[in-house]
């Protein structure tokens, strides 16, 4: 019996008890984590031999303020195959690379104001110099590239130069502008208008189209005198001069001089203002004097304090708001008649029945709309972005 007694047992020593085993004789057990460190030092052993066999069971060693917890690793320290796994750190540092490259990125997005490069690229690409299918063409698409690359690049320098001197207005009306919200530097803002200055007349001396020159050259003189804060300028003060600055690029240089651009420069013929360059001229000038007055229905706050006297301020938001619709269901009304009295039956149907369309989309909207929530005006003046974009689909289709 007491030979049965102190016979060894056959069985190896479970992995568990052994380590309970370790524990009792050594209260300071180290516990490899998956990043291979230790609280108190490296244990390769204990870290194949009962680390993976504990995985569903805390081990704490205290000792000051440190807690270890084999259920907290990321990863196993070895894989089955004997391969070094990459940690979860190392994988959040590569995946992070991308990070500043993105917010870089959308910062100069919202910089940029998309909604008017948006304006910007459909007013140029509204084929009102072509004649006929054949002139789309390689010849056609070049000299449009030349005007919309250099167009662009001054579409960031005049909404770039008005965020530069309206910071501490945009700290209240727009405060996730960049140079508002600081993720700009005053001096970052400068440099980027610069820059996009240079390349707008580089571009446009380089390609020698004086239409295009011109329309960048007076583009370049109304918006640094809208937003620049001399004596005699910073013409934002005032309404009237501030609807008229956006009303003569909006609606005037960009459909006339970008016409004559193609026009003459491109396809080398005499300049001919036709029906649909006409029309787009007239409705553009309604457009841009709603834009103009509309833009500034949100910001009335900022503007009020820092004494930028706009209609809105003038006469209140609700007033200017249902000019603006008025005025926009004139403009339809009037490209409605237009359209009727077209000689050609398919754009005297898709021109009326467009623009009655569209006339009855904004007057059930302008009818449920808010005016008390800041949030549903900015979404409206998105959304008469929007009709502008539309427009620019009708425009050509007019005989």
């Not at 019996?1 to 056959?10: Q, T, V, W």
């Not at 990459?86 to 940029?112: C, K, Q, T, V």
Request: aromatic content about 14%.
């Amino acid at each position: 019996m007491d030979s049965l007694l102190l016979r060894p047992s056959p069985l190896p020593p479970r992995p568990f008890a052994a380590a309970a085993a370790a524990s009792r004789r050594d209260s300071r057990v180290p516990i490899l984590y998956s990043t291979g460190r230790a609280c108190n030092g490296p244990s390769v052993w204990f870290s194949r031999r009962v680390q993976e066999p504990l995985r569903d069971h805390y081990f704490r060693h205290i000792d000051g303020k440190s807690t270890c917890s084999g259920r907290t690793r990321e990863s196993t320290t070895v894989h089955a195959s004997g391969k070094p796994l990459e940690s979860g750190h190392e994988a959040y540092d590569s995946s992070s690379i991308w990070r500043p490259m993105l917010s870089s990125l959308n910062a100069f997005y919202r910089f940029s104001r998309p909604h008017t490069v948006i304006g910007t690229v459909k007013c140029l690409c509204s084929l009102l110099a072509v004649e006929n299918l054949s002139d789309i063409s390689p010849l056609f698409l070049t000299g449009l590239l030349e005007a919309l690359v250099a167009a662009l690049f001054m579409n960031v320098y005049i909404v770039g130069l008005n965020q530069v001197y309206d910071i501490e207005i945009d700290k209240v009306n727009k405060p996730t502008l960049p140079l508002a919200s600081g993720e700009y530097s005053l001096l970052t803002g400068v440099v980027i208008v610069s820059t996009f200055a240079v390349l707008s007349f580089g571009v446009g001396w380089a390609v020698g189209s004086w239409p295009l020159f011109w329309a960048l050259f007076v583009s370049f003189v109304l918006g640094t005198a809208y937003s620049i804060n001399i004596p005699f300028l910073r013409w934002k003060r005032f309404a009237v001069i501030a609807a008229l600055c956006i009303l003569a690029v909006r609606a005037v240089i960009v459909q006339l001089a970008f016409f004559l651009h193609i026009q003459t420069f491109v396809f080398r013929r005499p300049a001919n203002f036709s029906r649909p360059l006409i029309f787009a001229t007239a409705f553009m000038s309604f457009f841009s004097v709603v834009i103009a007055l509309f833009k500034d229905i949100p910001d009335i706050e900022g503007d009020r304090i820092f004494g930028i006297r706009s209609f809105s301020v003038r006469l209140g938001q609700k007033r200017v708001f249902w000019i603006c619709v008025y005025l926009l269901e004139m403009a339809y009304t009037v490209a409605m008649v237009i359209g009727a009295t077209s000689s050609c039956l398919w754009s005297k149907v898709i021109t009326v029945s467009g623009h009655a369309i569209l006339a009855s989309i904004l007057w059930k909207r302008a009818g449920s709309l808010d005016l008390m929530s800041k949030a549903a005006i900015t979404s409206f003046y998105m959304f008469i972005w929007k009709l502008f974009y539309a427009e620019y689909l009708l425009i050509p289709l007019v005989r």
